[in-house]
């Protein structure tokens, strides 16, 4: 059999050794994954940032190989059919990601999720390797009677989450996202069926959790990132306004075109294969391009983000105050003599909220030496007991320098 080892940074080295992981990775779909970043604009203020989605499905992929690994040597039955089924769908879990994966979701295909495309490209692929990732998609759907393996791919303790915590945290140089991987898979169990974690745990886990409220805090919902992903949102909405008018002069030559100023909202064959052929690097050349529209609204927006020249984000418990924000529109709009309805391009309002524990999504549940489970969330002697389902939310108002 063929065998390739990858140079991971994270984990050092990953092997592939099988015939249908080489095909996956070898297939145009998933080396898409090479020009998408992982953490969207996340690099204009951790200049390390630059890692790609691929990337961290290789590494989800070599984790669920400990995992999966190490619920073997503890009895539990797993063939090797549904060990390669399980690898397979965590390699494919993020295809569906578009052009700066979460930033763009909502405004290039309203409405559907990267999951669904995600199974929409698995099950393409499937038919062109006859059949061979029926297994995967019945993991990555949650169809398959051994829930333990979906729980991996996807759950609130899954190896995507292990792996984007490690290595965000390592490429950003965050370190308070740094997590116990190892121990963790180390202290995995499945009773009923269901992954679970053995008691001595707790910590670990508990670790894991305030190392995903701090990373979203200070890396994903940084209050620059955040901003720099509102801009790039919004300049797809002034595209899109102005191709009602201009369509010609904001055309790239890419398939950027058919999904800013074509897409009906019905993903068939032909537009999944569009869709595949998108990444990162269409929407770099846009913002170059539009950078010199002459609609200063767009041009500005474009020139801002190819020199890091971001809008002030900043957050607040308490919501925004009307009058100030309308009187900001107004101040912005005088300063760069546009309308007020322009002005909405350059300051503006939202709210983000972030909960560390969703019990009702997915349990983690601590396996007891008596056989007792407990669900994370109940346990007394953790530090976060009284916070960990709490949601924290937080409003900002956003503008450009006047």
């Known amino acids: 059999m063929k065998q390739k080892i990858i140079n991971d940074p994270v984990y050092g080295f990953i092997t592939i050794n099988n015939a249908l992981i080489f095909d996956i990775i070898a297939h145009p779909f998933y080396q898409r994954l090479r020009r998408i970043h992982q953490m969207a604009l996340a690099y204009l203020v951790y200049p390390g940032a630059v890692h790609t989605r691929l990337h961290h ?62 199974l929409k490209i698995m099950q393409k692929m499937n038919v062109e390797f006859n059949g061979q990732l029926d297994l995967a998609i019945e993991i990555f759907q949650n169809k398959y009677p051994k829930k333990f393996l979906y729980q991996l791919v996807s759950g609130q303790l899954d190896v995507d989450r292990m792996d984007y915590l490690t290595r965000d945290s390592f490429f950003t140089g965050v370190h308070e996202g740094v997590i116990g991987y190892d121990r963790i898979i180390k202290m995995l169990v499945v009773h009923n069926n269901e992954l679970m974690v053995e008691e001595k745990g707790i910590y670990s886990i508990e670790k894991f959790l305030i190392a995903r409220r701090l990373m979203y805090w200070q890396a994903y919902l ?44 019905i993903v068939d064959d032909n537009v999944l294969n569009k869709f595949c052929e998108i990444d990162d690097v269409d929407f770099e050349f846009a913002i170059k391009k539009w950078s010199k529209h002459k609609d200063i609204v767009l041009s500005e927006l474009c020139k801002r983000i190819l020199n890091r020249n971001l809008f002030k984000l900043k957050f607040q418990v308490e919501e925004i105050d009307d009058a100030l924000f309308n009187k900001r529109q107004e101040e912005v709009a005088a300063r760069y003599n546009i309308s007020k309805e322009d002005a909405t391009y350059f300051v503006f309002k939202g709210s983000i909220s972030n909960t560390i524990y969703k019990p009702n999504e997915e349990s983690i549940n601590i396996l007891y030496k008596d056989g007792t489970i407990k669900d994370i969330s109940s346990i007394d002697d953790t530090l976060i007991h009284k916070t960990i389902t709490a949601t924290v939310k937080k409003n900002y108002i956003c503008s450009i320098n006047v």
């Not at 190490?70 to 879990?93: R, Y």
């Not at 209050?223 to 008018?245: P, Y």
Request: no cysteine; proline share 1%; aromatic share 6%.
């Open 57 to 118: 499905s290789l590494g989800a992929y070599h984790l669920m190989g400990l995992a999966l690994g190490e619920l073997k040597s503890k009895g539990v039955e797993i063939t090797a059919e549904e060990e390669l089924a399980a690898k397979a769908a965590i390699l494919l879990h993020d295809v569906g990601h578009g052009p700066f994966s979460h930033a763009l979701e909502e405004e290039l295909l309203s409405g559907i999720h990267h999951e669904e495309l995600s």
């Open 222 to 265: 940084h209050k620059a990132v955040l901003a720099a992903e509102e801009m790039l949102v919004h300049i797809l909405k002034r595209a899109k306004q102005l191709s009602f008018t201009e369509k010609d002069s904001l055309k790239t030559g890419s398939g950027t075109d058919y999904f800013l100023f074509e897409f009906n909202g």
